[in-house]
């Protein structure tokens, strides 16, 4: 990183920062227009403004099973990640690659990516997602088995239970495509200071079928970080889901924010995130 870049990082910046309120009924959001008198969401959100502190200078520090994210630097030979065919053909092995040796994993499967780019988006081409901004998590304690497992199927493992008796994990992988980070980065919550009960569960409703992830509920405990103009060969690593039930870090929220120290003329972010599962057997 270059050390105009590195000179001018703040400490932290305040930004709002979108919990749901506490609710009696469970959580959903369709992926699609539901059918009429049902709302697409049935959740209020709670910003929170909030320090969310540099987390450059303790990237050596941080851990997975601590934390529930990394920082490290992966550079890739795609040259453009708006090429699915390159993606699979080229990034999935390198992940799958740099991930084991990272982990010390027996077994790397990236099974599922997301785009994201506003701009793109907002130009007509669906293939990409605008930045989530809304606190959460992507998988829950019950979804993370169930598409773990459906993932081991999938590819045509037939002992598919018997692997997951050895502990797995799901990591998201996620990195900035095309330039550096200039506007809406992610945000991370360091794992140990979200309480079980600030997860809710709620239900993300497809055509054909039902997923399960965690929102959140704010408390003052939270401590988020952020890496400030992140480069395209920088990565974070995100554990969604843990089975080891011992781990202080099973899931991690993250979310996008509004940076205040972007500039009007910023250009809208590009990412992708990699989904994997992280199994070991040894």
């Not at 969310?52 to 030979?77: C, E, K, P, T, V």
Request: proline share 6%; net charge negative; charged share 25%.
């Amino acid at each position: 990183m270059n050390e105009t870049v590195a000179d001018t990082e703040p400490e932290y910046v305040e930004a709002e920062l979108n919990y749901i309120k506490p609710q009696s009924d469970k959580p959903h959001n369709y992926t699609y227009e539901p059918p009429a008198g049902i709302p697409r969401q049935n959740t209020v959100n709670e910003a929170r403004r909030l320090k969310i502190r540099n987390g450059r200078s303790l990237a050596a520090n941080l851990s997975l099973d601590q934390q529930g994210f990394a920082f490290i630097s992966h550079r890739s030979a795609v040259t453009n990640f708006d090429d699915e065919t390159e993606i699979r053909q080229i990034y999935f092995p390198e992940a799958e690659k740099f991930l084991k040796e990272v982990t010390g994993a027996s077994r790397v499967l990236v099974f599922d990516f997301n785009l994201r780019n506003a701009q793109k988006l907002k130009a007509g081409e669906t293939r990409f997602k605008e930045p989530v901004k809304r606190v959460h998590n992507d998988f829950t304690a019950k979804s993370g088995y169930r598409r773990s497992r459906d993932e081991l199927v999938a590819i045509g493992v037939e002992n598919p239970d018997e692997i997951l008796q050895h502990r797995f994990n799901i990591i998201n992988v996620w990195k900035p495509t095309g330039h550096p980070v200039q506007e809406s980065p992610l945000a991370v919550c360091d794992a140990r200071s979200i309480k079980p009960s600030d997860w809710v569960a709620s239900d993300l409703i497809y055509r054909d079928r039902v997923g399960e992830t965690y929102l959140t509920t704010y408390n003052e405990s939270h401590q988020w970080f952020y890496f400030p103009h992140m480069q395209t060969d920088e990565v974070i690593l995100i554990k969604c889901f843990d089975s080891a039930e011992d781990i202080p870090a099973r899931f991690t929220a993250h979310t996008a924010f509004e940076d205040p120290t972007s500039l009007p003329n910023s250009i809208p972010r590009a990412s992708i995130e990699l989904r994997t599962l992280v199994i070991y057997e040894e």
